[in-house]
């Protein structure tokens, strides 16, 4: 979710647009406490939990009652179950990541007064897979990430049906039960800014995750438009349920936010959408995008802030602790 409020247009001198205002993180971990910031930033309208994280969450209630097969049938590994989930999987994709890339890019909405990079994806470039940045970012969004994603459900919904990892249930645990999808959004958040920084290791970074990278100018389709080792990195972030007792609508909800939420943080640009009604999209990740080497986990947890790594969006030396020429010159070489 957009970090920043409803912004005038301002554009940099490579004409890219930027906030009038820093970046700031979250009030959730600020000393000394702010509760009622900290209250109204978590339930107010654009908030933490809304709009993004509700509408996945029902996305999640309407896949988990009409499309996800009873944990029952996935006893055993049957090609009738499995197709039912990649099949809906595929869907998704393409109804979260087609519905923005249709709206943004196709029917260009917005136009491009909040667009972070002005220019519009990139045709005829080498880098990309069949020399066009959309067509390579669906092929690895759709062709393998809907697999790699398919794949971590099929397995667990075998183990929940086989009883072979801790199950948790509403009827006995109701208060543990609705606290525990808190507790996902963090934990996501925990996860991402680790294995984040992971593959950014140098061997890591060459052999893995360049291949995101290419996208200096993000569209929807980049956001899951990783190399297989990486995708399945990211994903892992469901196994926490093998371990900590879970419901499988808690692992439902987990994986379909981990491979829906980055549509929202890599579509391009700067919310409020849809005539300023929809707060979506993350400068703080577009900066990482466009840097290399900052903003690697979100504005809730102040990760970046602690380690050194944090961008704010403002010209050189007015908030940010990082020189930009540095970054941009170290990302361009990396990429």
Known sequence: MSTNPPQPETRNARGEWRPSRPIQYAPLFSWPPKPFSTLKWFFSWPGFLSPEHVSLLLISIVAWFLTEPAVSR?????????????????????????????????????????????????KNSRIFLFNNQIYDNIFWTCGVAGLIWTAYEVVTMWLYANHRIPYLSWRDHPVAFVLWFFGILFWRDLHFYWV??????????KYVHYLHHKNVNPNPWSGMAMHPVETALYLSVCLIHWVIPSHPFHFLFDL??????????????????????VATGSYFHYLHHRHFECNYGSSVMPFDKMFGTFRDGMPDGVGSNLKEEHDLGRGRKAV
């Open 74 to 122: 996935c006893v055993h590994f049957q090609w009738g179950w499995i197709a039912q989930i990649y099949f809906r999987n595929l869907a998704l994709i393409w109804l979260v990541y087609g519905g923005f890339h249709l709206y943004l890019y196709i029917f260009k909405a917005e136009g491009t007064k909040t667009k972070y990079d002005a220019r519009w994806p990139a």
């Open 196 to 205: 984040h920084r992971l593959i950014h290791w140098k061997p890591m970074y």
């Open 256 to 277: 379909q936010h981990a491979a829906l939420a980055p549509a929202h943080s890599h579509h391009g640009f700067e919310g409020p959408i849809l005539k300023e009604k």
